[in-house]
């Protein structure tokens, strides 16, 4: 069954813009691991960012930074400055029991020069 | 620098074929995947494996099987190729919280 939810299949944003993308998630623990998965039209999954459910301090990677609730089971990546390079498909996705991760449907974010 | 190899990046094989997914990793990590990646539906879990001969099923085990006989080699069997099985086939190895992908197979059965 599907534990993390991405309920935008697509987005678009202006380069050097700022724009947000949505994930949520089912979890009866109290601590696990959530993060957000770039994939480029090369195919190649890059980690962008990761939370971990213990830490309150919402993660941060240069443009890159995340919007974490945890008791509203929120993650939301939001992206600073896009650039063209930023366009492609982006996963949220959720450790599960023993290191099984776990993915949403994913977002296409699209980036307007 | 961390690798994950997929044996092809593409693959055109016909209906009933018994079919081969390759995958290494080069980081001596326990934990690998298999995953199925289909529009609107993301990466759904096939199987994973924690150890050598070890294996469990994912949410779509269905028409799948693997092997890993040695830490660095997880394979995919389709045992009966079916056009519902045409995907993108993604393998994963993970250490600490972090996964690290394969480039990816486009399979296509016919």
């Known amino acids: 069954a599907q534990t993390v939810t991405q309920s935008q299949p697509e987005m678009s944003v202006q380069e050097a813009e700022t724009v947000t993308l949505s994930c949520t998630y089912d979890t009866s623990e109290s601590d696990y691991y959530l993060f957000w998965y770039k994939q480029p039209p090369s195919r190649q999954m890059i980690l962008v960012i990761r939370q971990e459910a213990y830490k309150q301090q919402n993660a941060t990677e240069n443009r890159f930074s995340v919007n974490f609730q945890k008791a509203a089971k929120s993650f939301s990546l939001k992206i600073s400055d896009s650039q063209l390079g930023d366009a492609a498909m982006y996963f949220c996705a959720r450790i599960q029991g023993a290191q099984k991760l776990v993915f949403g449907q994913g977002t296409r974010l699209t980036i307007n020069p | 620098d961390v690798k994950v190899t997929q044996s092809s990046r593409y693959l055109v094989k016909r209906t009933g074929e018994k079919v081969f997914l390759e995958c290494v990793q080069d980081?001596?990590?326990?934990?690998m995947f298999w995953y199925r990646q289909d529009p609107g539906l993301g990466l759904r879990l096939i199987y994973f494996s924690y150890d050598v001969k070890m294996k469990e099923k994912g949410d779509i085990p269905e028409g799948y099987s693997v092997s890993r006989e040695k830490k660095e080699r997880f394979s995919l069997i389709l045992e009966s190729a079916s056009t519902n099985q045409t995907s993108m086939y993604l393998c994963?190895?993970?250490?600490?919280?972090?996964?690290?992908f394969g480039q990816g197979t486009r399979l296509t059965v016919v």
């Open positions: 994963a190895s993970s250490l600490q919280y972090e996964a690290f």
């Open positions: 980081m001596d990590h326990e934990n």
